[in-house]
C-alpha cells in the first residue's frame, strides 16, 4: 500500500474511531485510542508515519511534534478534509 493509500485509509479510520467526536466541527479522535486499536495496528505498518505525513498534506492536524504512546495519548487527531 502506498502513502496515498494509507492517507485514504487514515481518514476512514479516524472518522470510524471519532464517531460523534469533533474539534471545530472536524472529526477528531485521540491518538491513544487509535494507536490501541486492533484495526488500525493491522492495517498501518509504520503509523506515526502515515499520520506525518498526513499532517504534512493538511489532511489532519495535531498539537504535537512527537507523538509517542503514552505521552501523548490525549492529543487530538483532527481530521481537516474529508
Do not use: W
Amino acid at each position: 500500500m502506498g502513502i496515498d493509500e494509507e492517507i485514504e485509509q487514515l481518514k476512514t479510520e479516524i472518522k470510524r474511531l471519532a464517531g460523534s467526536n469533533s474539534v471545530d466541527g472536524h472529526p477528531a479522535v485521540k491518538f491513544g485510542i487509535i494507536v490501541r486499536d486492533d484495526r488500525c495496528s493491522n492495517i498501518f505498518e509504520a503509523l506515526v508515519g502515515t499520520l506525518k505525513a498526513a499532517k504534512r498534506r493538511e489532511v489532519i492536524a495535531y498539537n504535537s511534534e512527537l507523538l509517542l504512546q503514552g505521552a501523548h495519548d490525549d492529543i487530538d487527531i483532527v481530521l481537516l478534509a474529508e
